[in-house]
């Protein structure tokens, strides 16, 4: 069976007819030897070595067997979380096996015409399984005590087992039916900074895959980010729940722009490494195209000039300051003008400024045209500084920008102000420019460094079925500042003042869900040059196309596809996608077994043979592909091809969770938020309700601080008296409002 030219799994289990023979024998050699005249010593001798024989030959028919009967039913298991195994210094992916040539030959047999008689379920068979099933099920409704266990065991979904209650995941089980004898596949840790993409098409497990992750991740007690810009309900409340479970309740936070009454707070430009960063992420959602680029240009140049005098004025930019001071400009430069001129200008400017204002007011001085609709305080500190000349860069730019007429002004940055009133309408405003020194607004204020170095857990919903501009924008200023904090990290490392200038890198897990919506100028450097400051990044998305067509350039797509070295693959529907996966694959041979068969006449009258007859069986090789792109958009739900560590293949299949709204580690009121979520949004995949992710879910671990009753946090420790408690939870007359974001 493993030795000759072909494998031959696929066939009938011949050697239980000898194994049975053999076993027979052996009964009847230990109970009557004198029937096959022996004594009962030669007896005993010869039941043992038949029953040897017996259990050889046993065990390979029940292999064949096993191996027919897995082509054609789907492998399905449930782990809980706290549950999943732990690898050392490896990251868990799933149940699986490594893709060989053996596997590409299995699958071409089991393809050929002739195996359908054995992968084909009669349909005799198939009514008296579904009757079973129905009959099982009845009965486990009876109200006798443990019966319905007995029952839910006869319905387990064991291979050997013809009355399995087994979903269907659609695709082939050819694909992982291949191999029976399934290992735990893995990642080694130290190669995650390579980067993962994660590439399948809806309600086919990306999310779940996420999950599996990002659990992981949690309890291993890296710093996790996840950025979802859908809002997934279980996504969001898994995060949650894991980080109960890991006893790290304190170092989680909840940014959700769908529901900014529960969420943490988040200034997507107030932290930069260079002042001109500010302007870049307020200005890259601006459309540049055309004739838009020189009005995205001239908004630049503008929003950068106002980001420096407010940084000089000791403000922290955000979006609200910076629509105030792009719609009306000029108290900005009354206040920017007064403070170089308290610092570079000659004594008593003052003075003369108000010896200005009073010409002005009495109408003795001739105002410039371009200034006419400005108030007399401007125009005075706009002569001063123009009869100065002080070699103040943005105090110039500034003057420039007052010269102009308002109405001229206003239509070049008229497409900077209608984008930042959406960033800043209603409580969303209030997320993204938080207001600092505002005491009752008790939501914690978050930035990735401090998240990085206190190994913190985010957890961001971006909502962008709702508002895709706003999400866009927000989550483009995220992966910003996550590039700018990356590259602080790669310079100077966690302390940049070690005594030995030894440079400490953090491990920064990120996690990227419909990563196609998040991509922008920002994610390129990203995938390039992240893995050298600590960060593994992990994209999902569902077809290359959508990266393509988020960056408008094919060539960065390749560039940001080209730094993935792990790649894993669902169930796709865009054959590009598939043949993106399958060109990375050598091509291997596949040995077909052709039986040739003849007869040949003789004229001959004389002679003793009338025919000459031959059998004979050819083996062929041919060159094929190890896989090809239907066979990647053939796969079931929950099952995945992974190129891992070097283009080492896996097919792999996950543990099918069921809602993370089952969690004993979730507050009521988060509750009721996921199920408005699910019922507003309809994201999560509904394909592994069927299973017991969350089986035998303990109540609590030991050593965790935190525990949940009655939709309550209730921390163990004491919270110090000189910190603000942590935003724990809001309830509403509604109830339909939690406050997940937690920390101090």
């Not at 900005?332 to 000659?346: A, N, Q």
């Not at 543990?655 to 507050?667: M, N, T, W, Y």
Request: with cysteine; glycine share 8%; proline share 6%.
């Amino acid at each position: 069976m493993k030795h000759g030219v072909t494998e031959a799994m696929l066939r009938p289990p011949v050697e239980l007819y000898s194994a049975a023979t053999a076993g027979s024998i052996g009964i009847i050699a230990a109970t009557a030897p004198w029937a096959l005249m022996l004594s009962p010593g030669l007896g005993y001798a010869a039941a043992g070595a038949a029953t040897g024989f017996a259990l050889y030959r046993g065990n390979h028919g029940f292999q064949v067997l096993r191996y027919t009967i897995g082509l054609t039913k789907y492998k399905i298991s449930s782990v809980a979380p706290h549950k999943l195994p732990r690898i050392p210094e490896r990251l868990y992916m799933g149940q699986g096996f490594e893709w060989t040539q053996r596997h590409t030959q299995r699958l071409a047999d089991a393809r050929r015409p002739d195996a359908r008689d054995f992968l084909a379920p009669s349909p005799l068979g198939n009514l008296t399984a579904k009757a079973c099933r129905k009959l099982v099920k009845r009965a486990a409704r009876a109200p006798l005590p443990g019966f319905s266990s007995v029952c839910n065991a006869l319905l387990a979904p064991r291979w050997w087992n013809p009355i399995a209650d087994i979903p269907d995941l659609g695709g082939s089980p050819l694909l992982h039916g291949v191999e029976p004898n399934e290992v735990a596949v893995s990642l080694s840790q130290k190669h995650r900074v390579g980067h993962m993409l994660v590439i399948g098409t809806t309600r086919v497990g990306k999310t779940r895959l996420m999950e599996l992750l990002v659990t992981q991740d949690i309890r291993d007690g890296d710093c996790c980010i996840v950025i979802d810009p859908k809002g997934d309900a279980d996504l969001m409340m898994r995060v949650y729940a894991e980080a109960a479970r890991a006893g790290r309740l304190d170092q989680l936070y909840v940014f959700h722009l769908g529901y900014p009454e529960f969420s943490a707070r988040y200034n997507g430009i107030g932290n930069f490494a260079r002042i001109t960063e500010v302007a870049n992420r307020a200005t890259n959602a601006l459309p540049n195209g055309g004739n838009s680029a020189a009005f995205k240009e001239f908004a630049w140049r503008f929003t950068n000039l106002i980001a420096q005098a407010q940084v000089a004025l000791g403000m922290v930019p955000t979006y609200d300051l910076l629509l105030r001071d792009i719609t009306d400009i000029e108290p900005l430069f009354v206040r920017y003008s007064e403070h170089v001129l308290g610092k570079l200008g000659p004594t008593g400017w003052m003075k003369k400024i108000e010896a200005i204002e009073a010409a002005i007011q009495t109408k003795k001085y001739a105002v410039p045209r371009a200034l006419q609709d400005r108030t007399p305080r401007l125009i005075a500190l706009f002569h001063v500084l123009k009869e100065l000349q002080l070699p103040e860069p943005v105090v110039q730019g500034l003057a420039s920008a007052v010269r102009y007429e308002r109405t001229f002004f206003e239509k070049i940055v008229a497409s900077l102000g209608p984008f930042l009133e959406k960033l800043t309408t209603g409580a969303v405003g209030k997320l993204i420019s938080p207001d600092y020194f505002d005491t009752e607004d008790k939501r914690p204020i978050f930035d990735w460094m401090s998240v990085i170095r206190q190994k913190g857990i985010v957890y961001v919903g971006l909502d962008a079925l709702s508002d895709p501009v706003v999400a866009s924008a927000v989550g483009n200023s995220m992966l910003a500042d996550l590039v700018s904090v990356g590259g602080k990290l790669y310079k100077t490392g966690l302390d940049p003042h070690h005594p030995e200038g030894k440079i400490t890198l953090p491990t920064v897990n990120c996690h990227f869900d419909e990563v196609n919506e998040l991509m922008g100028p920002e994610f390129v450097p990203m995938v390039n040059k992240m893995g050298g400051s600590g960060f593994r990044l992990h994209a999902y998305t569902q077809t290359i196309p959508d990266i393509e067509a988020r960056l408008g350039d094919t060539a960065k797509a390749k560039q940001v596809l080209g730094n993935f070295n792990h790649l894993v693959m669902l169930r796709v529907k865009s054959a590009e996608t598939a043949q993106f996966f399958t060109d990375q694959l050598p091509k291997v041979d596949v040995t077909t077994l052709t039986s040739v068969s003849g007869v040949t006449d003789t004229s001959a009258d004389q002679g003793p043979v009338d025919f000459v007859s031959r059998n004979e069986d050819r083996v062929s090789t041919t060159q094929t592909e190890m896989l090809t792109p239907a066979d990647i958009m053939a796969q079931p739900q929950g099952q995945a091809f992974a190129l891992l560590e070097g283009n080492r293949l896996h097919h792999i299949r996950m543990p099918l969770p069921v809602s993370a709204a089952d969690d004993e580690f979730l507050p009521e009121s988060l509750r009721s938020i996921g199920d408005a979520m699910r019922a507003r949004y309809h994201t999560s995949e509904g394909w592994a309700s069927e299973n017991d992710w969350l089986q035998d879910m303990p109540i609590g671990l030991a050593g965790s601080p935190a525990l949940l009753d009655a939709g309550e946090i209730v921390f163990d420790t004491a919270i110090p008296e000189t910190v603000d408690a942590p935003y724990s939870l809001v309830e509403q007359s509604n109830n339909a409002v939690a406050a997940v974001a937690v920390g101090w």
